[in-house]
């Protein structure tokens, strides 16, 4: 490809970028162009000189038939692009390549790389090559990296068999990582079956995520979609999260995160936590959380905010949950702080972990329960300053009930159901 073709095919590649396709489901109504790193828009598109790094998997031994193991040239050619001093573009064509467990290392010369995925990135078929590993394809120490596009087929099925069997099976690896990075952008990107987390986010900073699509079955074990830990300004929008546990989960110290346009279900809804759950934690903080239209169809919560009863201290606060719709959702707002799975805490000691000043506005639909609000707070650290504004769900066409502990706040306009809270 000459240098003035290679100009013309990232031109039309970002412009597509910039003004979607009527292809898109309307539930992607538009995507601000500031979505798209403006340095790595203006490094890759300012001259033909700045995208002289076009490199193809194919070029280093990848191969595309489903059946051969590209890791290493995978590798080989990230090295290659991390080690350019100019912005580079890393592709992967059509068809399918099998790797097993990776890492791609930052610290990287360039400083903007654009990974084009238009295949399809798989797992081996016997889950043990990647169950071994804590993670399946992993960036660590990135700064400046945009994904767009492409499918990750982690071939969970087997390692969700094993564990619904009781069998004794390997906890499986995370889809896709990362670890330590910032300036992180990915679009349109798919992970399917994952073994467990699907994508994972630790000790990030600047990350944005739009039209990520997430599937696996209802009943998979621990296949989280998208897990945020001790990160910062993490931007999730207009997404389809299908899955056996969590939508989306934020973790420990976390702030700044904005969930917008989300299509979850099934599932386990939308969680800040579970925190607190070993005596070993220092002070653990969730703060400034935007969870915006989302729409929940037959998960088992809608908005949840849940806690281990353990003197682990901390503080969840300004949390906003609004405009969201349930679909037959068994527990569309909840606030857990006795959670406890599988029995495995002791009960009794009271949460050391303060909720307060938590918006719920503008919710609507239908509980698959006769409750529908559960505010289960904490006797030693009980929830201060929830606002109720604007809600009306149904069970079965009446009014459902409110279940309240330790639990004040306000009701302004219309709540249904009401009495939820003390003052």
């Given amino acids: 490809m000459t240098s003035s073709n290679l100009f013309l095919f990232v031109l039309l590649n970002f412009s597509l970028l910039l003004h979607p396709s009527s292809s898109y489901p309307s539930l992607y109504p538009s995507l601000d162009s500031s979505f798209f790193s403006p340095s790595l828009l203006s490094s890759l598109l300012s001259s033909s000189s700045s995208i002289q790094r076009f490199i193809n998997v194919r070029n280093f031994g990848a191969r595309n038939d489903g059946k051969t193991d590209s890791t290493q040239a995978f590798l080989h050619a990230w090295n290659a692009a991390c080690g350019s001093t100019n912005p580079s573009i890393l592709y992967v064509p059509k068809g399918e390549y099998l790797?097993?467990?990776?890492?791609?290392?930052?610290?990287?010369?360039?400083?903007?790389?654009?990974?084009?995925?238009?295949?399809?990135?798989?797992?081996?078929?016997?889950?043990?090559?990647?169950?071994?590993?804590?993670?399946?394809?992993?960036?660590?120490?990135?700064?400046?990296?945009?994904?767009?596009?492409?499918?990750?087929?982690a071939k969970g099925k087997h390692l969700w068999n094993c564990k619904m069997a009781n069998q004794n099976c390997p906890s499986g690896a995370k889809s896709l990582s990362f670890d330590n990075s910032k300036n992180i952008f990915i679009d349109g990107l798919t992970s399917i079956d994952s073994q467990m987390?699907?994508?994972?986010?630790?000790?990030?900073?600047?990350?944005?995520?739009?039209?990520?699509?997430?599937?696996?079955?209802?009943?998979?074990?621990?296949?989280?979609?998208?897990?945020?830990s001790q990160s910062t300004g993490v931007t999730i929008k207009d997404s389809i999260i299908k899955t056996g546990d969590d939508c989306i989960s934020i973790g420990p110290n976390n702030r700044d995160i904005w969930i917008e346009r989300i299509h979850c279900g099934p599932g386990h809804g939308i969680s800040i936590g579970s925190l607190g759950r070993d005596k070993s934690d220092e002070d653990v903080t969730v703060q400034n959380v935007m969870v915006k239209s989302v729409i929940f169809t037959g998960t088992t919560n809608g908005l949840r905010i849940k806690t281990f009863s353990t003197p682990v201290t901390g503080r969840v606060h300004d949390i906003f949950f609004l405009g969201a719709r349930m679909n037959n959702v068994q527990n569309p707002i909840i606030i857990d702080q006795n959670y406890c799975p599988h029995n495995s805490c002791p009960y009794g000691q009271g949460s050391g972990i303060q909720i307060n000043n938590v918006v719920y506005k503008g919710i609507q639909g239908t509980s698959a329960s006769e409750t529908a609000l559960i505010f289960d707070c904490s006797s030693k650290k009980p929830c201060w300053g929830l606002t109720l504004q604007d809600i009306k769900l149904s069970y079965q066409y009446k009014v459902p009930r409110c279940e309240s502990k330790h639990a004040y706040g306000k009701i302004i306009g219309f709540v249904q159901p009401s009495r939820c809270l003390g003052h």
């Avoid at 660590?140 to 596009?149: R, S």
């Avoid at 630790?202 to 209802?218: E, F, G, K, S, V």
């Fill in 197 to 228: 987390f699907h994508i994972t986010i630790n000790a990030c900073q600047n990350i944005n995520m739009a039209r990520i699509t997430i599937a696996a079955d209802a009943n998979s074990p621990n296949t989280d979609g998208i897990h945020i």
């Fill in 99 to 153: 790797l097993k467990p990776l890492q791609f290392e930052g610290r990287c010369k360039s400083s903007s790389i654009l990974f084009q995925i238009d295949g399809t990135l798989i797992a081996p078929n016997d889950y043990s090559d990647l169950a071994q590993s804590q993670h399946w394809i992993e960036f660590h120490m990135i700064d400046g990296l945009h994904i767009k596009g492409g499918a990750l087929d």
